[in-house]
């Protein structure tokens, strides 16, 4: 099994900046890829980046592309996510998520088998 707590959400303006951070602990060798993903409410839960086992390789959704860099230290088993020039559409619970599997970079929700509990993002005008 492996955990996963999420960390550094809160209250921003629009314009502002955060980093989250995800702490990974249990058998976290047993993980690859690591993403992040954001639900709203009554939305489902959307991608976000994710990153590669060696952080080699990201992919990011469309909608934060030039805003969101995501980037991990395996030496502390931590993937982060920082958001610069958030805007109120951003505001969201936001989740890491684990993918198992070697080699591939999902964004589909369905193929990460860890997640976290979220963090809530809220981003004012």
């Known amino acids: 099994q492996v955990q996963l707590v999420e960390s550094g959400g809160g209250l921003v303006q629009a314009g502002g900046s955060l980093r989250l951070s995800c702490a990974a602990s249990g058998r976290t060798s047993s993980v690859s890829t690591m993403g992040w993903f954001r639900q709203a409410p009554g939305n489902q839960r959307d991608f976000v980046a994710a990153?590669?086992?060696?952080?080699?390789?990201?992919v990011y959704a469309d909608s934060v592309k030039g805003r969101f860099t995501i980037s991990r230290d395996n030496a502390k088993n931590t993937v982060y996510l920082q958001m610069n020039s958030l805007k109120r559409e951003d505001t969201a619970v936001y989740y890491c998520g684990a993918d198992r599997r070697l080699g591939v970079l999902e964004t589909g929700a369905r193929y990460y088998d860890y997640w976290g509990q979220g963090t809530q993002v809220t981003v004012s005008s």
């Open positions: 990153i590669s086992w060696s952080g080699g390789r990201t």
